[in-house]
């Protein structure tokens, strides 16, 4: 294996197939530390890492939070609000103070799209993309596709469809250079109002009717619709929108085969997905945040140089 | 009085009388005296050889933002006229989006005031449409011109109301005065930081649709139509909008239009890395967008170039793409690149781009200068054609550094800048290859 990662995990986009390979190959064997009594191995052991959450974020912030302790590095979460972002601190100053303080890696959400390449670009330390805008979510993307590797045996030639608010989305940008990386079909579905421009010219097929992307699809993830949409104008109203792109059991009935089902959560239940679906036996929501974890171990144990080679016998004990 | 002052042996352009030709020029009394061979000037007379330069009439930009009053860390009106005659500028208009509003006739009476002081650029001040640029009550046209104003726009922000857009065409005509506007669609253009396409869908930027420009080009072409008053488009920035003004101009509609010379050379592809620098509005546009706008400015449907100069405080730029300013300097590198671009890539001749950076501005907005007539004004600029420079921002006379353009190599200089007679500006160490 000789493919490593760059200095940051910004994005997918950025990352070659091997790259990504390397990531989720590496996952692999940290998935079991979380079944362990003991759930914790010294690999980053004496590092410091700070999560930087601007947005909030319950199941994104806990997975790293985990990932960070269950590796035993010594971590330091920041809010915005009470911290000094909230008094107007801009961007550029706070990644001046996290560098001054001599921080190995920062784990960023944030608002505008592109900020995570902002801080990466002005500080030595790691840089991991927690989110970034309606850019990327590249964790995300990692875990859904270690989830569908989990599921359905390979990502190659695997038919994704992504449902929803594709243009609001860092979630879908994430899945969709990765997956197609890896050489998945990706399609996306969603009203014509929240599908973003040349979204087809990414290479991937763009379906107007869900029932459509049902029949082709072999994996449905489905995305978190905010109500900020309907109060924005781009669709009408929650309730019709369930009644027409909602992932129901009916709909799921007339497909020729099973499709697996995926959410990055948290879910609106009765708005983009049907109870019976979410909680259904195709559904792998819950091996989705399981997975993150996993997955964010491996990410935080390569950037901070940790050899995948080692990645078993790192959470043995002795080595580091 | 200044020294006479005889400009010798250049190559003299004047687009105007269609002159092209090596010549010498004559000014007196900060007037031009006389074009034409062999000229001695007379006793105590500055002579300069400027053998193997350009010697055009000064250019004319009329959509700058000079930032004084209020943002004075940016730009005052003062280095805003040095960044102007070094960049072969000898005329800018100043856009009236300075804080407070330049709304009334004492406040631009001041702007007046500060550029006479400054004693660099002529620096002509353009009065807002509407009181506080708010878009609701109509500002004294009348006032504001007697006071110095060559034009009313609330640039920055569209005139949103068609209502005020009309009543503006139509007071304006009293006072012979184009109303420039920004055209934007504001609901289709809200919380947009880039062009809407490819790109924009990549970064995961809200996107500005071209429709948002086009919809109000359409509109204003419309009012000038109905009104019989002088429309002038700003910055123009897509291929729908150049057709609009091609169909409307061979209607007879009186409208005007200028693109920048970011908009003739970059595309939304500058955006990519999330370059704060690229981040303008208009938005930089696509390839096809380029090619219509090159197309336009040739054949005369876009008259001409303005920079949209738009001072920024360095670290208001370093911030994430969606929190950073709209908005680059210009005046600096606006002939550097449009000569770089258009003239050596063949687009345009010199001449026509002398014609489309002086000339014609100049009638547009009915100033002095873009001529080198005998008895016109003697604003003048003189500029190296041949030898390659490289964009230092940090070098800038402007307050701020704001430019995609840093450290590109470009050809076109103005090497000497005279204001009524007056040498305003001279490049030392000229190289004499």
Known sequence: MTATLEKDLVGLEFLSAEQIRLILDTAEPFKEVSER??????????????????????????????????????????????????????????????????????????????????????IRSNVI???????????????????????????????????????????????????????????????????????????????????????????????????????????????????????????????????TIMHPGPMNRG????????????????????????????????LAGGRPELADAAKGGGSE | MTRPLLLRGG??????????????????????????????????????????????????????HLREPGNEDEETIATGARAAVAGGFTAVCAMPNTDPVTDNQAAVGFIVRQSVRAGLARVYPIGAVSVGQQGEQLAEFGEMVGA????????????????????ALEYARTFEIPVADHCEEPTLAAGGAMHEGLVSTRLGLKG????????????????????????????????????????????????????????????????????????????LREPADVAALREGLKDGT????????????????????????FGIVGLETAFAVAHTELVLGKVLTLPELVRRMSTVPAVLFRLPGGTLAAGAVADVCVLDITNPWVVRSAEFQSKSRNTPFADRELVGRAVLTVVAGRVVHEREGRPTR
């Open chain 1, 37 to 122: 009594q003991i759930k914790k191995v010294p690999a980053l052991r004496g590092k410091t890492i700070v999560n930087l959450f601007f947005e909030a974020s319950t199941r994104t912030r806990i997975s790293f939070e985990f990932a960070e302790k269950r590796l035993s590095a010594d971590t330091v979460n920041v809010a915005a609000s009470g911290s000094s972002v909230s008094k107007g601190e801009t961007l550029v100053d706070t990644a001046k103070n996290l560098e001054a303080m001599r921080i190995d890696m920062v784990v960023m959400r944030h608002g505008a799209s592109g900020a995570a390449q902002f801080l990466g670009n002005r």
């Open chain 2, 208 to 283: 500005i649709p071209a429709a948002a420009e086009e919809i109000m080009v359409a509109r204003d072409l419309l009012l000038a139509d109905l009104t019989g008053g002088h429309v002038h488009l700003c910055h123009m920035s897509t291929r729908g909008s150049v057709e609009l003004i091609r169909s409307a101009k061979a209607r007879g509609v009186r409208a005007s239009a200028e693109v920048t010379p970011h908009h003739l050379v970059l595309t939304h592809a500058a955006c990519e890395g999330y370059d704060t620098h690229a981040k303008m509005n208009p938005p």
């Open chain 1, 129 to 259: 993309n927690a989110g970034d805008g309606k850019h990327e979510h590249p964790t995300q993307g990692l875990l859904d596709m270690l989830t569908i590797r989990d599921k359905v045996g390979r990502i190659e030639g695997v038919k994704v469809c992504l449902v929803g608010d594709i243009m609001h989305s860092r979630v879908a940008r994430s899945n969709l250079w990765g997956l197609t990386k890896l050489g998945a079909e990706v399609a996306v579905c969603g009203p014509r109002s929240l599908l973003p421009r040349g979204i087809e010219q990414l290479g991937v097929r763009a379906f107007g009717r869900v029932e459509e992307a049902i029949e082709w699809a072999d994996v449905l993830n489905v995305l978190r619709l905010q109500l900020e949409r309907m109060e924005k104008g781009f669709i009408p109203s929650l309730r019709e929108y369930y009644r027409v792109f909602g992932v129901t059991t009916e709909r799921l009935e007339r497909a020729p085969k099973p499709l």
């Open chain 1, 271 to 302: 708005v983009e997905i049907d109870s019976r679906v979410a909680d259904g036996p195709h559904s792998v929501i819950l091996d989705q945040v399981t997975n993150g974890v996993a997955v964010r171990m491996a990410v935080l144990y390569l």
């Open chain 2, 302 to 325: 876009i008259d001409c170039i303005a920079s949209d100069h738009a001072p920024h405080a360095y670290d208001e730029k370093d911030a994430a793409f969606d929190d950073a300013p």
């Open chain 2, 148 to 167: 110095g104003a060559v034009a009313v726009s609330d640039d920055g922000k569209p005139v949103v109301s068609g209502h005020l857009m009309r009543t």
């Open chain 2, 11 to 64: 190559r003299v352009i004047d687009p105007r009388r269609d002159f092209d030709q090596t010549a010498d020029v004559l000014v007196v009394d900060g007037k031009i005296a006389e074009v034409g061979p062999g000229l001695t000037g007379p006793d105590g007379a500055d002579v300069r050889d400027v053998r193997g330069l350009v010697v055009a009439p000064g250019l004319v930009d009329v959509h700058v």
